[in-house]
């Protein structure tokens, strides 16, 4: 059985990682899954990097002492760019996660303080409300991808079309109740936090889709309805989707 590396064993290669390499980081905050207690055996070490000032934002990976380290580094100015220009748009935020959830293992001092109150604000603002139009194409969307579920007959094709709408519901459902979204294992993550009963159904549907696809289809229908049910239901009839009159040749 492969050990999994514990919290501290993982802080003390990040320690050293940052006073060798990166001694003039003002704040080094170890993320994912170390600093919520979901570590693997291979789990590697997010590290978010604060600098005084960066020419540019920058991500790399390396190893250091046999573990992989994903290293985000920024300044406050590219921290709350990307924040609120890249990531908040798209209903996630996961820099300010990495600092509302990790621990700082530099010398706390004012720029630190200033990330946690930064990453605080974007994370208690929330993501953009949907409007009336991104909730209708979304509407659109996974009334059409249910019936190209319901309607497979290859078990590969329904499970493909299945992990789509399971995507597809999950982010709805957190996004029109103002929620933050994820992706991947965040997204589950997410959606479990907020609604622990629809998470365990897109769950169940998933997985009968896998083993039982009639009853997984029938599942989903379940589930669908009722995420869809507080934003106006399925949509089909009535939609249109006109495109900007500049696109042509």
Known sequence: MTNIATYD????????????????????IIGGSFATGRQTPSSDIDLLLLFDHVDCAWRSTIVAEG???ELFA????????????????????????????????????????????????????????????????????????????????????ALAVACQLYEALADLHLRAAGEWSGGGKHLFRRLQAF????????????RLVASDMAQG?????????????????????GFCLPAPAHWRA
């Open 9 to 28: 064993a993982i802080r003390a290669i990040a320690v050293r990682l940052v006073q060798e390499h990166y001694p003039m980081a003002v704040a080094a």
């Open 74 to 157: 920024h300044d406050l100015a590219t921290f709350t760019y990307f924040c609120k220009e890249m990531d908040a748009p798209g209903g996630t935020v996961p820099l300010a996660r990495m600092v509302l959830e990790g621990e700082n293992i530099a010398t706390s001092g004012e720029h630190y303080a200033q990330l946690l109150a930064l990453a605080q604000a974007i994370a208690a603002a929330g993501p953009p409300v949907l409007d009336a139009d991104n909730l209708q194409r979304r509407r659109y969307a996974i009334t059409t991808v249910l019936e190209d579920l319901v309607d497979s007959r290859h078990p590969g094709e």
């Open 195 to 206: 609604d622990a009963a629809i998470a365990k159904e897109l769950d169940g549907a998933l």
């Open 67 to 69: 573990r992989t380290v």
């Open 217 to 237: 289809q029938r599942a989903f229908e379940h589930v669908t309805a009722a995420v869809l049910a507080p934003v106006g239901g399925p949509l089909l009839h």
